[in-house]
Structure formats: structure tokens, C-alpha cells
């Protein structure tokens, strides 16, 4: 046997590429995986998803501590911050995970090659590490190297005053004062996370409201709790300059229409204004992959390239970067390989903003439905009519369900409010099977929970709601 060549080789081992290869071995398909960090898991749990849902919930124990437990009877003294404690668990969250990758790898004879690969022509890969090239073909090669962060221009991230996400999960102290440079998911987490710990967060957003892909009735409500939690925002805001001196950082901002320009006072700046393809270095060019201006490598709907052979899933291809949404592109793409007929339904794939109250959505946005001239009915229900979030002292936020005006047919539904990033399961899976909101009205709901709130959303938009 050639030990290397493989039916499937595989670039990248985050979310998309490790799953990709796991279910390509079960499949019967010699596979190898090849990443260039020496930790499994790619961005999403070395330095995304998974420190920072960690560096998040450790963040919500403190603040509970801190604010919270004396109206549960529970009397505390003094409470104080262990960062370097915080900081050690997340690590160790993150180290267990990457090691369970490399587990299952075993388990189910993946070979895991450590290097920065290269396609160098056609079924054939190129792996550089430690000074040296080692060369392996395939039948077949798939490309999931995932995303980076978005440089601003003219601004240079040091990772230590001036920082990325990356950044953003292992400062050494609390800063007295964030900026936040954009306003969605990733920079509202990492601020929920530092001003929870003691931090002055100021959010600044090029565009007139946060979470801009979310529904619009969501943003503003998440904009309203986070304001009232102690965030700043100066939205429709530009940032024109980034200085960092020997005692702080200044930024210069002016209003996005242009005006006078102002300057901002700081300890730290995190940068999240968005990611980009990780495509370069690949190769790809010179193999002739076809891909945008932006990086983003065009596919057909097998998620085949305009080469024979070589494929590509996840964040370098067009859609929502989200490590879920690669995960079933990746199984998707390797059974389609192994001759099976799989299918993905984009408008029930979930995305979650995990910052507290959770905001999570799936299918369409209300404007989206009004943009396409789609009649629909809607209905909405707030947490604070609901007995489980009422007992659990945790009642901001809503279920909001539209359906189709004339089939009653699920088109989008949108939550705000405690664990919705779980909730929003029952909507993505009741959207699969093409469910109406009746359908979901007439399910019954255990009681007391969350998910009732669903329930009366469902009601809504029949206008029939019991309990408000």
C-alpha cells in the first residue's frame, strides 16, 4: 500500500475539514488531513468558538456572583477576579477538545499530517514543515482552510494593545477601557466578556445598528440590552486612524457621512470588522482554481472547483461563515463522493450570537420577506410571559415566527432572550420538514420551559396567544 497517496486528502482540520474527514473514513475512503497548526481544530476551537463561549460563561458566573445571587438568597462575600484562572480553564477546555480530534482520528484511521500544504498540481500536495517538503497524492483533494480576521487598513494589530479576536481571548489583564472596532457577533461577545469582567466597552459601528445580517426587530433589541448592561456604541461612525503611544491608544473617528472628526481614548482596541477566506498560499492560482476578487472559491453545487478533483467547503466558499455550516457542507461533499445523494437546506441552517440574552435566527429576516415581496403572517411572544423565564429571573427578549401568509409554512424565526441558541434547534429541525406554525402551535410543550415561548409565538400569528 502507498502510504502517500489517499483517496482523499484534506486541507484544513477545523470544524468543516475534521468532520469532512471523519465521515470520508467511514465511508471506506483512505483519508489524511493536513493543517498547519499542531492543534486539531482549526480556528473555531484553538481561537474562536470554543475559548470564547468558555472565556463567556466564565464571565457570567462572575458577574452573578458579583450582582446577582443575593436575590436567590445567596449571600457571598467579596467577590474577586482569578484572570489567570479564568484564562487557565478556557485553555483547558480548548486543549481536551483539540485532543479528543485527535482521538477520533485514530479511531477512525485518519492520518493527520502537521504542515502548511500547497496544491501543486492536479491530485497532488505539497506539505512544508520544519524546513522540509513531503509530497502525497490523492483521487481527490478538498479545501477547508476556513477564515482569518479582516485587516483594517492602515492599522496594525500587535495582538497585544491593538488586537484581533485572537487577541481578544488572552489579555493578561482586564483593560480599563475597550473599543470595539464593528459591530457584530465576534466584537459583541468579546465585549460582553471584558465589560462583565470590569472593562469600559465603546462599540464603534460603520452602519446605523449592530448584528447587521440579523433581523432587524433582534438588533435593536439587542442593541437596547446591551446599552442598558453598560455598553457604549457610537454607531454610523468610521474609524479614520489607529495610534497606539506608550500609554495609550487613540482613535480618530468622524461620522460615516462625513463631519468632523473626533479622537477616542482607550487601553485596547480590538479589530472585528469582519473575516476573509483563508485562500491564499494554496497554490490555487497556479492549479487554476476559479475564485473572486475577495479570495472566495467558486463551487458548484457538489462543491466541486472548475478542477477535476479538487473541492472546497466552509469559509472559502460563498454563504455564512459559521463552523456548522461547514460541518454539513464537509459531509455533504465526502458522501456525494462516496456516491450518495445528500441535500442542504441553507434557510434552515441556524446562526447564534452568544451574547447574553443569546440571539439566534434561522431562515429568512422580515426584511428579507419584505425586500422579496413575500406576504407572511407574523407572531410574536416576550419571555416575560413566560413561567420558566419569570421563575429563572430571566425574562428579556422574544420569539418572533413568520410564516407564510397563504401556506402558513415556516419562513423565518428569530429569538432573543435566555438560551436561544438552543431553542432555535426545535425551529431549524421543525423548517427541514417543512412545518407550518400551526404545526408547531399544536405540539405540545412541556411545562414549565423556555420553549413554550415558541409555542405561544406559533400561536401569534393566528393572533391567538393564551398566556399575554
Avoid at 233 to 256: C, G, H, I, Q, Y
Amino acid at each position: 500500500m502507498n502510504d502517500s497517496h489517499f483517496d482523499l486528502v484534506v486541507i484544513g482540520a477545523g470544524p468543516g475539514g475534521y468532520v469532512a474527514a471523519i465521515r470520508a473514513a467511514q465511508l471506506g475512503l483512505k483519508t489524511a488531513c493536513i493543517d498547519k497548526r499542531d492543534t486539531l481544530g482549526g480556528t473555531c476551537l484553538n481561537v474562536g468558538c470554543i475559548p470564547s463561549k468558555a472565556l463567556l460563561h466564565s464571565s457570567e458566573k462572575f458577574e452573578e456572583a458579583q450582582e446577582h445571587l443575593a436575590e436567590h438568597g445567596v449571600k457571598v462575600g467579596k467577590v474577586e477576579l482569578n484572570l489567570d484562572a479564568l484564562m487557565a480553564r478556557k485553555d483547558r477546555v480548548v486543549e481536551d477538545l483539540t485532543k479528543g480530534i485527535g482521538f477520533l482520528f485514530k479511531k477512525n484511521k485518519v492520518t493527520s499530517i502537521t504542515g502548511s500544504a500547497r496544491i501543486a498540481k492536479k491530485g497532488e500536495v505539497v506539505v512544508s514543515a520544519a524546513g522540509k517538503d513531503a509530497t502525497y497524492t490523492a483521487d481527490n483533494i478538498l479545501i477547508a482552510t476556513g477564515s482569518e480576521v479582516t485587516p483594517l487598513p492602515g492599522v496594525e494589530i500587535d495582538e497585544e494593545r491593538i488586537i484581533s479576536s485572537t487577541g481578544g481571548l488572552a489579555l493578561t489583564r482586564v483593560p480599563k477601557h475597550l473599543v470595539v472596532i464593528g459591530g457584530g457577533y465576534i466584537g459583541l461577545e468579546l465585549g460582553s466578556v471584558w465589560r462583565r469582567l470590569g472593562s469600559k466597552v465603546t462599540v464603534v459601528e460603520f452602519l446605523d445598528g449592530i448584528v447587521p445580517n440579523m433581523d432587524g426587530e433582534v438588533g435593536k433589541a439587542m442593541h437596547k440590552t446591551l446599552e442598558k448592561q453598560g455598553m457604549e456604541f457610537k454607531l454610523r461612525t468610521k474609524v479614520t486612524a489607529v495610534k497606539s503611544t506608550k500609554t495609550k491608544v487613540v482613535l480618530t473617528v468622524e461620522p460615516a457621512a462625513g463631519g468632523d472628526t473626533e479622537t477616542i481614548d482607550c487601553n485596547v482596541v480590538l479589530v472585528s470588522i469582519g473575516r476573509i477566506p483563508s485562500s491564499a498560499n494554496l497554490g490555487l492560482e497556479n492549479v487554476g482554481v476559479e475564485m473572486d476578487g475577495d479570495g472566495v472559491i467558486q463551487v458548484d453545487g457538489n462543491f466541486k472547483t472548475n478542477i477535476d478533483g479538487i473541492y472546497a467547503i466552509g469559509d472559502v466558499i460563498p454563504g455564512p461563515m459559521l463552523a456548522h455550516k461547514a460541518e454539513e457542507e464537509g459531509v455533504a461533499c465526502v458522501e456525494r463522493l462516496a456516491g450518495q445523494a445528500t441535500n442542504i437546506n441553507y434557510d434552515a441552517i441556524p446562526s447564534v450570537v452568544y451574547t447574553r440574552p443569546e440571539a439566534a435566527s434561522v431562515g429568512k429576516t422580515e426584511e428579507q420577506l419584505k425586500n422579496a415581496g413575500i406576504a407572511y403572517n407574523k407572531g410574536n411572544f416576550p419571555f416575560i410571559g413566560n413561567s420558566r423565564a419569570r421563575a429563572n429571573g430571566d425574562t428579556e427578549g422574544f420569539v418572533k415566527i413568520l410564516a407564510d401568509a397563504e401556506t402558513d409554512e415556516l419562513l423565518g424565526v428569530h429569538i432573543i432572550g435566555p438560551d436561544a441558541g438552543t431553542m432555535i434547534a426545535e425551529l431549524a429541525l421543525a423548517m427541514e420538514f417543512g412545518a407550518s406554525s400551526e404545526d408547531i402551535a399544536r405540539t405540545c410543550h412541556a411545562h414549565p420551559t423556555l420553549n413554550e415561548a415558541v409555542k405561544e409565538a406559533a400561536l401569534a400569528v393566528e393572533g391567538a396567544p393564551i398566556h399575554i
